[in-house]
């Protein structure tokens, strides 16, 4: 049996959104130079969330899903 690990799965996810969300500034941070924060937010927060959910997320445990689902032990092992 194995179980989940979410230190494993966090680690792997902050990985990819780091690289992410620089990307993402990097491009929308041109387009809305005269925007408060709170507009480039509106615009930032629901492509970051798509891109993690139908995209990142999924990637990661099809790509890491050995590393993050460890072997379970016995108890007291």
């Known amino acids: 049996p194995t179980r989940f ?16 969300i620089t990307a993402i500034l990097y491009v929308v941070f041109p387009l809305t130079e005269d925007w408060f924060i709170w507009q480039r937010t509106l615009v930032i927060a629901p492509l970051m969330v798509s891109i993690m959910i139908w995209g990142l997320i999924p ?6 899903g050995g590393f993050i689902n460890v072997r379970a032990g016995r108890p007291g092992e």
């Open 5 to 20: 690990s979410r230190p494993r799965f966090a680690l792997l996810v902050l990985a990819g959104v780091y690289p992410l």
């Open 59 to 64: 990637g990661v445990q099809r790509a890491f």
